[in-house]
């Protein structure tokens, strides 16, 4: 029979794993970036949404979130 501390152990362990898990998604997800990057491309005098939106998606990407239709 496994005792207390061995179990006490083995639940932290496992919730020190799920919290690198859902922290690492977390920081892969946020996709409010990407859209800060889009606005700030935008809000240029000469801007050309094609760009505006390859820039997007490439920061898109590299975090796993959503692109932007290029037109």
């Known amino acids: 029979m496994p ?3 061995h179990r006490t152990v083995m639940f932290a362990a496992a919730f020190a794993l799920a ?3 859902a922290g ?3 920081a892969q997800r946020n996709c409010s970036i990407c859209t ?3 606005d700030r491309c935008m ?3 000469d801007a050309s949404e094609y760009e505006c939106v ?3 998606n490439r920061c898109a990407k590299s975090l796993g979130c ?3 239709p290029q037109t």
């Open 3 to 5: 005792s207390i501390r």
């Open 19 to 21: 919290a690198g898990f």
């Open 24 to 26: 690492s998604a977390a």
């Open 36 to 38: 800060g990057i889009y």
């Open 43 to 45: 809000a240029q005098p």
């Open 54 to 56: 390859l820039e997007h």
């Open 66 to 68: 959503p692109f932007k």
